[in-house]
């Protein structure tokens, strides 16, 4: 079993940045792809940004794109999501996820393990 804890959201303004993290509590975080996902209210969990175990292949949502990054530390059991330009639309309860496969997939149902969320509020 792995457990997911998120970190570093908080109220910051247009144009401001954050950097979130995902510390994971367990066995075999290494292989695993780690994504981030968030939610506004009134709509569905939506993908931001994966990046597979190693590494070297990441995945973004078209609306986050050049903004954010993804990012992880292996030997810290840690993922991250620097957010930069922050936009009033990017307001959500931001969730790390985690699945026992080498590749980052988007469908939420997909993933195995999940963080309890932590929210980001941007003002204009």
């Known amino acids: 079993q792995v457990q997911l804890v998120e970190s570093g959201g908080g109220l910051v303004q247009a144009g401001d940045s954050l950097r979130l993290s995902c510390t994971a509590f367990?066995?075999?975080?290494?292989?695993?792809?780690m994504s981030w996902f968030r939610q506004a209210p009134g709509e569905e969990r939506k993908f931001v940004a994966g990046?597979?175990?190693?590494?070297?292949?990441?995945f973004y949502a078209e609306d986050v794109k050049g903004r954010f990054a993804i990012s992880r530390d292996n030997a810290k059991n840690t993922a991250f999501l620097q957010m930069n330009s922050l936009k009033t639309e990017d307001t959500a309860v931001y969730y790390c996820?985690?699945?026992?496969?080498?590749?980052?997939?988007?469908?939420?149902?997909?993933?195995?393990?999940w963080g309890q969320g932590t929210q980001v509020t941007v003002s204009s």
């Open positions: 990046i597979n175990w190693n590494g070297d292949t990441t």
């Open positions: 367990g066995r075999s975080f290494s292989s695993y792809t």
């Open positions: 996820a985690g699945l026992r496969r080498t590749v980052v997939v988007r469908g939420a149902d997909e993933y195995d393990y």
